[in-house]
């Protein structure tokens, strides 16, 4: 027999009563003595559960301007300074298997917060943080103050050059709703091109040469927050090349079509006036594309003869010598929007790939190559290789074989939390050749 005094209140405010005595000694039902009374709110008892709000509700952000007007950074910024998102070091100097840097390294300088220096599980909730702020940023308008408007073309086409002039020298005569005029960049190529005419513009008005100014590649590596909206002009190909270009924190992007493939450009250009004069106005719906991170891995070469002609590479990923940071060293880290493609390259053989996911050893691939697509890059390469089309908000990455040499391989599609590497087998035949959204080969 046991007694208990509880207080006599719940979260809801109703009172609910429970017996002083109770018979934990016997397992029928005649056990119990007295029955249990718990009465809830009757207002949220018709209520289903996941329409309940939580009590404690973040913050908005503040209306303080940031680096970046992108509510979804400042957010997500705001969750990394927290610690979140931080390298578990703990599992760093353990030497997870998807980190192959040495753990002396790792303190002594800073490293940015890689996916794979993060566990399962902070990878697990970063996705899941980014998934709610999808949902919440795809039900609200956002207004951005926006001063500085990026522009991305294709520097060869004359006749986008010619849109590109047009549109430039229409946001140079404009001003933003709070009065300020907007300064225009453009490519450095445009500054010499004489389809676009540079001195041409800038001698309307005497105003403009200090606000048309001109981005490099460098610029748009080191200080992305420059821009507060990106304007691409020509088809899906230019949109992937400005999330190449903005490899860590890209800003929002708005994309005319005038290109030859439209999965990703959704506004008309003849009325680009109209359209941008409501968004900045009225504000903008921000549709998040998954993106990939996706890190070269490179074999360190082994002294003895001996030991580098005896390697295994399941071994040194998943097997006993996981452990060993010295077996292989990070060289470059590509974030895609498309796909990451693995094939044979100019090799007349076919390829042998080691596919591994998280911790496990999934197959060996034996054919053209793989490629591992986004839900957005579904619809490219993938697709062209007999893989599934998926919708651009699933959180999932698909894996398909290009032409694969035997019928026990099938296109997968796996959680986006999924840490998949992919390695070419020491004893392998030949080498393949990688490409992160068709660059970088």
């Known amino acids: 027999m046991a007694s208990n005094g509880v207080d006599p209140e719940t979260a809801n405010g109703e009172p609910y009563e429970v017996p002083e005595e109770i018979d934990f000694g016997s397992s029928d039902s005649e056990g119990m003595q007295e029955r249990l009374e718990v ?84 990878l697990s909730d970063m996705a899941a943080h980014v998934r709610n702020l999808s949902k919440k940023l795809s039900q609200v308008r956002l207004k951005l103050n926006v001063r500085n408007v990026f522009i991305l073309t294709k520097a060869h086409d004359k006749t986008l050059i010619a849109k590109t002039r047009e549109m430039a020298e229409w946001l140079l005569q404009s001003k933003n709703p709070e009065g300020h005029p907007y300064t225009v960049w453009v490519e450095e190529t445009m500054k010499h091109s004489s389809y676009f005419d540079a001195e041409g513009i800038t001698a309307k008005d005497p105003a403009y040469k200090d606000r048309l100014k001109y981005w490099t590649n460098e610029l748009c590596k080191k200080r992305p927050h420059t821009f507060d909206l990106g304007v691409c002009l020509g088809g899906d190909g230019t949109v992937l090349y400005a999330s190449w270009l903005f490899q860590r924190v890209p800003p929002p992007i708005m994309s005319f079509a005038l290109g030859s493939l439209g999965f990703l450009t959704k506004f008309d250009f003849d009325k680009h006036a109209d359209i941008l004069n409501r968004a900045v106005k009225d504000g903008v719906t921000v549709s998040l594309r998954l993106r990939f991170e996706g890190t070269i891995m490179r074999s360190q070469k082994r002294e003895d003869e001996e030991q580098q002609n005896s390697r295994d590479l399941v071994e040194e990923l998943i097997g006993d010598l996981a452990t060993d940071a010295t077996s292989h060293r990070p060289d470059g880290v590509h974030n895609i929007m498309n796909d990451i493609v693995l094939d044979r390259g100019p090799n007349a053989t076919m390829s042998g790939i080691e596919m591994f996911g998280d911790e496990e050893h999934f197959t060996t691939v034996q054919g053209d190559g793989v490629c591992v697509a986004t839900p957005t890059g579904s619809t490219a390469y993938n697709l062209a290789a007999g893989g599934s089309l ?52």
Not at 50 to 63: E, F, G, M, T
Not at 427 to 441: L, M, N, Q
Request: charged share 30%; proline share 10%; net charge positive.
């Open 390 to 441: 998926c919708h651009p908000e699933n959180p999932v990455m698909l894996v398909t074989a290009i032409a694969p040499h035997t019928l026990s391989f099938r296109p997968i599609i796996l959680p986006d939390t999924t840490v998949l590497r992919l390695g070419v087998p020491y004893d392998a035949r030949a080498s393949c050749w990688a490409s992160f959204d068709g660059k970088e080969r």
């Open 39 to 122: 009465i809830f709110d009757k207002q949220d008892v018709q209520r289903r559960r996941a329409s309940l709000a939580p009590q404690d509700r973040p913050s908005r952000p503040s209306k303080k301007r940031q680096k970046t007007e992108c509510f979804l950074h400042a957010m997500l910024e705001a969750r990394m300074k927290e610690g979140q998102f931080s390298p578990n070091k703990a599992g760093v100097a353990a030497a997870h298997p998807t980190d192959k840097t040495p753990p002396e390294l790792l303190e002594d300088q800073v490293v940015h917060r890689e996916s794979r220096l993060l566990t399962k599980k902070q």
